[in-house]
């Protein structure tokens, strides 16, 4: 701000505070401008008395650079004129010695704009009588909008200093209904002084109503004749000429109605003046030819929504309970105006004769949505007839009518009703549709051009809203062209299903189901949906999806049918991978007995049920069954599969793991090089990941045998060649994590730390920063970060994990618990031991349920318990917690155990510190030198009497 300006300021500061009045809409006006920021904002807002909080704007005001025309601007755009004529007063006395201001050199103003045009040559008319033309008032409910009519001032207004071929022109788009007529309404009440009251509202749906409408304001309101000399009608192009002629020495604004055609529009703009007016156009087209300002209209916000709907219904605003049911209604209809306001219409009606509430007709909207959207909307003070059945009806038309691309269109957009309402890839539709790119691209242009659609060009997705989904579901069933559509949809979903459209394919699926013949014909699709969340390590959709899918599809085709059990397996599956390992258990052993029934005993498909039993066994360590289950499969398998089958080799593993964890480390050797050489020849190369995934397992053999020395070579070798031919396999960077655990246990903390970093690395690039795996790796970077005393960095390490897996894994799963674990042993750093030792007991406590007392990982927390209990100088107790692990381990496994070796050394390093600590008791002394003084006193006694 110049120093004129602010000296302006402070000489009128007391009259400015009287007169001003900092709202909502004047200080989101200069925010827009980067005049103030957000911390201005919050300090402003945090003010609550008026006129103090007028005194720190104009504080904060003149200290900003160029800040006293928009000031200026933002005074007129909330109409304070007290304001403006005491700031207006250094413009109109320039030559005032106290207001001199320099040579102007910036574009004009909104002030000097207005100023300059009311004291032209061209304005030679002495107030003369505003016209207002077929403008109808806003609807009494009118809610919310004022950033978009704040907006909407804004474009209009626009570079109006520049002159343009058409004029200064805005268009108000978005889908019918959402509001486009009321919201211009709304802003002519608010600033049609700025036209000086001159507003012509043309009826824009056609060339004939628009026709109508420039003769009929030329003839009956600004007395031009629609005649020529010779008393024949003039062409419309001279009456609408001769009509902007009238106004050009006028301000005024031009409205221009639900215009559908940009082409025939354009015979009715002022092309042909000189002066030309401010014109405002609705439509639910978006693309124009013209230089067009375009403002989207979405959807009311959910408090816009909640406002309109308590005020439609004169809702008291202490009922808190019905204010709750309008909170309700809204949502479910999607913000949406006309629909809310046909809810309000309805409910009102009916509150004529009974009492109806929201949450009744949330009720009937639920049965009769056909009926409710495409109800009437009664009472006076609603002036749009048509409901949003009729209203979508005449968009889809429009597009129908479109050569070449507008069936396609159509086409999409009965597909896509019936997929989820976000993040729809558009390649998927291509392959949906079978026609060429190209079409399908020029068909969703068509479709973004009337805002039935939005596209992310970044992401090449789109998104529909959820109400147009709704209607257009039920303008399907009308003509019983629903499961034509689903069975078209079904039939591409069979062929495959990609990471990003699984989410689709479930919502599909889920309409479908109402269809038994859909469900019997399509049986196989919700097991592949099931892995596809899988892969997208969505589990905990996997199981939601699969458990609602299971019951009504095994009373359409029973419990043993092929497609039940593959997607009961893939719920197991699911289960399984969230760490529900007793349901999954429980789940795979039901299913086992009727896959046998179904597909007999020696079936691959049965073996991959036992498989996983024998997986879920292993996990719990139950051993000793999960050994014998082993056995006997391996039985089976030998009778009907290959010798280098990998269903037998992945048993295989599975019978080593468990004979490794019953102590039993050289024939647990020995199985995995039996697969060893099973794989081998499946895979001459010697390359075959499966033969590096048991290589490592081996090493695993070794270090329980506590051959440390080899265990770690043999891993060091495996992982080497395996990042030589597959080095960004996830299962090569599994290696590399476990070498870094093992160099860890070792204390080679330094190579352990480089080498996880590295795999950290290359998880992120390869499966992102929220895969479980790379999660998993960070958190043991965060142990190394431990051990380095950066407590700080790897707190946060821990938290940011926990809460990427929490939501999908839940509480109970091993991921969770083993982070949760890290962030006890960093709190028993920093200071927060109690709460370090209560979160540790309630880990071991969800552990026992599902893994046993004899499970290592139940015995690897209660050794933590037992540090975090010496670190409290508690040694008693985490000598006795150690105890209850060595022989929980011993009475197990044996004395062979590898974790033995760890805790023997802790147990005589507590007993040594506790006897040094008796040593140090006032008592013990006292006892120790009595008993050496008895015994001294003996030891003479001894002596006289020998020696006597």
């Known amino acids: 701000m110049e120093l004129n300006e602010q000296h302006h300021i402070t000489n009128h500061l007391h009259e400015l505070i009287d007169c001003t009045d900092c709202n909502s809409i004047l200080l989101a006006f200069l925010y827009a401008k980067k005049v103030v920021g957000r911390s201005d904002l919050a300090s402003l807002n945090a003010i609550a008395d008026r006129f103090e909080k007028s005194l720190a704007f104009y504080q904060l005001i003149i200290k900003r650079k160029d800040s006293y025309r928009f000031l200026l601007r933002a ?146 309101y600004l007395q031009i004749s629609i005649k020529d000399m010779k008393g024949k009608e003039k062409d419309i192009e001279k009456i609408v000429y001769d009509v902007y002629t009238f106004f050009q020495n006028r301000k005024s604004l031009f409205v221009f109605d639900n215009a559908e055609s940009g082409e025939y529009l354009e015979c009715f703009l002022p092309l042909r003046v000189r002066k030309k007016p401010h014109i405002l156009v609705t439509s639910r087209d978006k693309d124009w030819d013209l230089d067009v300002h375009v403002l989207v209209l979405k959807e009311l916000t959910e408090e816009e929504a909640l406002e309109f709907t308590i005020k439609g219904l004169n809702i008291p605003k202490t009922d808190i309970e019905l204010i709750e049911e309008c909170r309700q209604l809204v949502l479910k209809l999607q913000c949406f105006p006309l629909a809310i306001q046909q809810a309000i219409s309805f409910i009102k009606q009916k509150q004529r004769v009974i009492s109806f509430s929201p949450t009744l007709y949330l009720d ?57 309402a976000d993040n729809i890839p558009v390649n998927f539709l291509i392959g949906l549709t079978n026609c060429d790119q190209f079409q399908v691209l ?43 559509i689903l069975a078209l949809t079904l039939q591409h979903l069979q062929l495959g299903i990609n990471s990003n459209a699984v989410d689709h394919a479930s919502s599909v699926w889920g309409f479908s189901s109402k269809y038994p013949t859909l469900v019997q014909e399509f049986a196989g699709l919700p097991s592949i949906i099931t892995k596809g969340y899988h892969e997208s390590q969505k589990f905990e959709e996997a199981q939601n999806f699969a458990s609602n899918c299971c019951d009504y599809m095994v009373s359409i085709l029973s419990d043993k049918n092929a497609d039940v059990l593959s997607l009961k397996f893939a719920l197991a599956t699911a289960l399984f991978q969230r760490g529900a390992l ?91 090089e039996d697969a060893v050489s099973r794989a081998k020849t499946a895979d001459p190369t010697n390359n075959s990941m499966m033969v590096y995934r048991i290589m490592q397992n081996i090493s695993v053999g070794y270090r329980g045998m506590g051959n440390m020395k ?11 060649q395996a990042n030589v031919h597959h080095a960004k396999h996830p299962s090569t960077l599994l290696m590399g994590q476990n070498l870094a655990i093992f160099l860890y246990e070792q204390g080679n903390y330094n190579e352990s730390y480089r080498i996880c970093q590295d795999i950290y690395e290359r998880r992120k690039q390869l499966l992102g920063l929220d895969h479980f795996d790379t999660i998993y790796t960070s958190c043991y970077l965060g142990k190394l970060l431990m051990l380095q005393e950066k407590y700080d960095e790897a707190l946060v390490i821990h938290q940011n994990a926990y809460g990427k ?42 552990l026992l349920v599902p893994y046993g007392e004899a499970s290592s990982h139940v015995c690897n927390t209660r050794i933590e318990i037992a540090e975090v209990l010496e670190s409290l100088g508690r040694d008693q107790e985490a000598l006795q917690v150690l105890m209850q692990v060595k022989n929980t381990l011993i009475s197990r496994y044996g004395d062979k155990h590898h974790s033995l070796v760890k805790i023997e050394k802790s147990i005589d390093r507590l007993s040594s510190m506790q006897l040094q600590h008796e040593f140090k008791r006032p008592e013990t002394k006292f006892h120790i030198y009595f008993v050496a003084a008895v015994v001294i006193s003996l030891l003479a006694y001894l002596l006289r009497y020998l020696y006597g």
């Not at 992310?456 to 209607?471: G, I, Y």
């Open 364 to 420: 009937l909207f639920d049965e009769h949505s056909e009926t409710l959207l495409d109800s009437e909307i009664a009472g006076s003070f609603n002036s749009y007839k048509r409901t949003t059945f009729n209203t979508w009806q005449l968009t889809r038309n429009l597009i129908l009518s479109v050569k070449d691309k507008g069936a396609l269109a159509i086409k999409i957009l009965n597909l896509i009703s019936y997929f989820g």
């Open 75 to 220: 005074l007129e755009e909330t109409r304070q004129t007290g304001a403006i004529s005491i700031l207006n007063q250094i413009i109109e006395h320039p030559n005032d010695s106290s207001n001199q201001s320099p040579t102007r050199t910036e574009p004009l103003s909104l002030h000097d704009f207005s100023r300059d045009f009311e004291t032209s040559d061209l304005h030679n008319q002495n107030n003369p009588e505003p016209v207002w033309f077929d403008v109808r008032p806003p609807v009494k409910l009118f809610t919310g909008r004022k950033l978009e009519i704040l907006t909407l001032h804004e474009k209009l207004l626009q570079n109006q200093e520049i002159v343009t071929v058409v004029s200064q022109i805005a268009s108000v788009t978005g889908l019918g209904g959402i509001g486009k007529t009321e919201v211009c309404r709304q802003y002519i009440s608010q600033y049609c002084e700025y036209f000086d009251g001159n507003v012509i509202w043309i009826n824009a749906e056609s060339r004939e109503s628009m026709t109508e409408s420039f003769k009929r304001l030329a003839k009956s």
């Open 442 to 484: 020029a068909s969703l242009e068509l479709l973004v051009k009337y805002s039935m659609i939005n596209t992310d060009p970044q992401q090449c997705t789109l998104s529909v809203h959820r109400l147009v989904q709704e209607v257009n579901r039920i303008r399907l069933k009308q003509s019983k062209d629903e499961q034509k």
């Open 805 to 846: 897996v929490v939501d999908q894994l839940g509480d109970h799963n091993f991921l969770t618990l083993f982070i949760k674990r890290g962030m006890c042993l960093i709190w028993s750093k920093i200071g927060m031991k109690d709460e370090a030792l209560l979160t540790l007991h309630e880990i071991c406590a969800s």
């Open 710 to 720: 080899l265990g770690e070579k043999t891993l060091r070798e495996t992982y080497t």
């Open 582 to 672: 007793n349901e999954a258990l429980k789940l795979g052993i039901d299913i086992l007995e009727n896959a046998k029934q179904t597909f007999g005993e020696l079936n691959s498909q049965v073996f991959d049920i036992e498989n996983l039993v024998c997986e879920i066994l292993k996990l719990q360590e139950k051993n000793k069954e999960c050994r014998d289950r082993c056995k006997e499969l391996l039985r089976k398998m030998e009778l009907v599969c290959p010798r280098n089958d990998k269903s037998i080799i992945n048993t295989l593993k599975i019978f080593g793991s468990s004979l490794g964890e019953l102590g039993n480390y050289e024939e647990s050797i020995a199985v995995f």
